[in-house]
């Protein structure tokens, strides 16, 4: 977990808002490999074992499914993850496509419940659990896939700020506050313009066959 992005993180329990502190047992550079995360409202402690943020009530991991380059060079097209500042948060199977994104891309990535075999470190933090454990209005980008639960899109979508961008399935309608961008048969990319506000939590219906083009 790069320790910057400890800061946009946030006790997934329903009581006021506030920052997590960190305990660090073991670090590499600016990455915290083993430690525990603490709410100082609730008490509530989250484990941090090799890089991985553990806040509970996660489903299990799917399989690993190496994406193409050319997806992960459209994915971070479709979320401008241009600058070095920015923070793109990947749900899912989107996960997999991390490290070739890394490879093109500055961006700092954030992977909620990515598929078995994505490693933290290098530009990549992993958490895990029920809902994207983020503050609202932190990110840059964030792409939801086709597995996402309710629960995690209500809590995703509020993260992404203002002139961000969303990418998700085309199940899933566009939340308020987002405008259009592109779409195709399997996904849509949406901005969020500024001083929008964002719509309450939005249903996704799962397609099947999962994206054609793209993990699901």
């Known amino acids: 977990m790069f320790i910057p992005l400890v800061d946009i993180l946030r ?21 915290i490999v083993d430690g525990t995360l603490g709410c100082p409202i609730c ?14 009530g996660a489903p299990a991991a799917t399989p690993y499914i190496a994406p ?29 496509h991390a490290p070739l994104i890394r490879s093109i891309s500055p ?5 909620v419940n990515p598929p078995e075999g994505v490693a933290s470190g ?24 086709t597995t996402a639960s309710a ?15 969303l990418l998700a ?7 308020d506050g987002f405008a259009q961008l592109a779409r195709d048969a399997d996904v849509w990319v949406a901005g969020l313009a500024p001083g929008a506000s964002v ?7 799962r397609r099947a066959p999962p994206l054609g083009d793209g993990p699901g």
Do not use: K, N
């Not at 629960?151 to 961008?165: N, T």
């Open 107 to 111: 961006a700092q990535l954030l992977l």
């Open 11 to 31: 006790c997934p329990r329903p009581h006021d808002e506030t920052w997590l502190v960190a305990s660090i047992d073991r670090a590499e550079g600016r990455d």
């Open 199 to 205: 719509s309450a939590p939005v249903p996704l219906t």
């Open 43 to 56: 008490s509530a402690e989250y484990p941090i074992r090799d890089g991985v943020v553990d806040f509970g």
């Open 169 to 175: 399935p085309t199940g899933m309608p566009i939340p």
């Open 122 to 145: 290098d530009g990549i933090s992993i958490v895990r659990g029920a809902t994207a454990p983020v503050a609202a209005s932190t990110v840059h980008g964030a792409a939801v896939s």
């Open 68 to 96: 193409r380059d050319d997806e992960a060079v459209r994915l971070a097209a479709a979320l401008d993850l241009t600058d070095a500042r920015a923070i793109a948060l990947l749900q899912g199977a989107w996960g997999a």
């Open 151 to 165: 629960a995690m899109i209500s809590s995703l979508v509020p993260a992404v700020r203002a002139g961000g961008r």
